[in-house]
């Protein structure tokens, strides 16, 4: 089916840059791969890229295009998947965006898993704190704690966890633990910032009522591993998600600082763009993590 050909040649020449790279990874000469992108363009009476030599860049009509046409290309694969479910494994190149400490710490494990059961599913990941912009950026899944601010976003709840407040025993030891939140004015609190936004407001519950505590330290970091890491070092407090520290928490590297007082939810949530892009390999990877998460913090009850 040629037209399933140029777009899949067109999504794969965006996402590397390069018709030669689309090409190759295709297993098409860069001629062929040319005439594809050439083709689209003469129906849709556009230029969708710009080339030279050296570099390739999407017009603006191009960025559009490109959007839509990943969302075809999904469409089709669920389209064979549900005619063939048993016969057609998973075949898909995702692009998946997601925070530092999870995807270093949790993910990256449990995504080899993942691949080792589905070996034709390719998976490009970018690790940052940083929403990425998925309307904008080649990122078609972003996993993410707590709503995204954009209310059209698709967001699939992976795991419902809260925040904990934990210290390495070195660093209790030198301090003692605070006995109420409003004692952390008088520790070293180890915060992160997402964008220009420090995280410094700390909120608890107790028999109903809440309390909000700012907080201070002498580090933060825009990187939320950076900020366990300190915290695994014994430099102060750390109030993160419960599935974040899970590992530390079960070693013993960091410990429960307050365990009476609840702190905030932190659900975790696998986003999309578009309701379309949920293909069966988004629906078995999202079910995947899901299982994974859940057993996770059932290790800490």
Known sequence: MRGLQDLQILVRTAERGSVSAAARELGVSPAVASLAIKRLEDELGCVLCLRSTRSLRLTQHGERFVAHARQMLASYQQALAELHPQAEPLREVLHLSMPSDFGRNL????????????????????????????????????????????????????????????????????????GCPQALAEHNCLCFT????????????????????????????????VVRRWAVAGHGLVYKSQLDLAPDLAAGRLLRVCPEWQGEPAPLYLLCADRRQLSPTVRQLREFLRERCLALLAGLL
């Open 194 to 225: 997402v964008g220009e936004r420090l995280h410094n407001r700390w909120r608890f519950w107790r028999d109903g009522g809440e309390w909000v505590q700012q907080v201070a330290g002498d580090r933060s970091a825009d990187d939320a591993d």
């Open 107 to 178: 993910a990256l494990g449990w995504l080899d898993d993942f691949q080792r059961a589905h070996p034709h599913v390719q998976l490009r990941l970018s690790l940052s704190d940083r929403l990425a912009d998925m309307y904008r950026e080649p990122v078609d899944l972003a996993i993410r704690f707590g709503l995204p601010p954009d209310s059209n976003l698709v967001a699939l709840p992976l795991a419902e966890c809260r925040r904990v407040l934990c210290a390495a025993p070195s660093y209790l030891a030198r301090h003692g633990a605070p």
